[in-house]
Structure formats: C-alpha cells, structure tokens
C-alpha cells in the first residue's frame, strides 16, 4: 500500500495536478506574506536590543527567546479568541480567512526572527558598528553595513521562521478553517488526507515541504560559503 501510494503522489506531482498545486501555492503565499511582514521589524528590534541599553533589556531578550518555542496550538487559540465574533477585533470579520493565518503565523515567526537575529547581532559584537562610524558612515549606513556583516546569522534566523510557520498545523487550522481553495495549506491537507486515508497527496505534499528544507539548508551552505554543496 505504501508503495502504490508513494507512486501515486509523484503522479500527481509529475502531471501537475491542479488541486495539490492550488494547495502548494496557497501556503507559500500565506508563510511568505507572514515572513516578509515580519522581518523589518523584526531585525530592526533585533539590532536595537543588541546596541541600545535600557531597564530590562534581558528581560526582553528572555521573553523572546521563550517566545521561540511555543507551542502553535496557543499562537491559533489566542487568534481565534481575538479574531471570535465576540472578540475584540471580531468586527473585522478576519476569521477563517487567510489574512488570520498570516497574522497567526506571524505571531509565531517574530519570536525567531527578533531572538535568531538578536544572537547574530551579538556575535558580530560592536567592533562592526563603531567601525563605521569611525570611519564617518551615518546611523542609516553603518546599520546596513552591519546588516551584511551578519547576513548569514540573519539568513539562518528567516531560513528557521519559514520552517516553522510553512510546516505548522495549529494555527493554520484553527484560523483558518481549512477551506478548499482558499485557506487549506500544505499541513493541513496532509492532516486532513491522512485522517480519510487518502495518502498520495499527503505523501505528495509531504516531498514538497522535504524539498522546501533542502532548498533552504541548500542555501544556507551557499551563503555560509564554508564548503560546496554537491548537487
């Protein structure tokens, strides 16, 4: 049965099957959307608790690092109670919606991005940033040149929120709804076809999230730039 069914999901693979690839696109659109809404922000606290000091600066930095691992089953209540027609923000009519699952998965992506890029800001020190300063740069322009010095620290902080959130199930089925065509992503059609026992498009999706980690630990080599990666 494993082996008809593994054949299978490359059927659907290799033919292009409309429904998987709906799916496929529907999740990478929601985690990129999420992703990409964070990062400013989240380098930007980053950088700030690294350099600036203030009253409870390690407190901060603890919360976030807390904050990493949370469970998303948490991340998705705290949502649906927000977004909940009895909620504070139930007037916006959000839930089971994608703009709820990128608000979801962007709860559980910034932790990453703030405590990853914290530890990438710490490790460069202060000798970068007071060295373009010496050297006349501006706030805006030593700040980027800080940005490249630490690229790597910050490619491996968003390569780890795009894990996370493209491959949680919590958050995106409590929010979402799981409705074809519209909020079923990646992890929670593989849930939903394993639970009818329907496997070929859940082993399907499953390669797709497998080859979503390898590209990025692919890329991650690359722009580490230590050794080759053999294709």
Sequence with gaps: MIAEATADAMQLLLTGDPALWEIIMISLSVSGRALFLCLPAGIALAFLLSYLE???RRLVVVMF???MSIPAVVIGLTVYLLLSRHGPFGDLKLLFSQTAMVVGQM?????IIVALGYAAFQAAGRRGWETARTLGAGRIRAFFALLHEVRFGLFVAFAAAFGRIISEVGVS???GGNILGYTRNIPTAIALESSKGEFAQGIALGFVLMLIA????MSLHFFQGREPVIV
């Design 107 to 111: 709860m559980l992506s910034f932790p």
């Design 65 to 67: 690092q807390t904050l």
């Design 173 to 175: 089925m409590m929010v």
């Design 54 to 56: 203030f009253p409870g």
């Design 214 to 217: 390898l590209v990025l630990n």
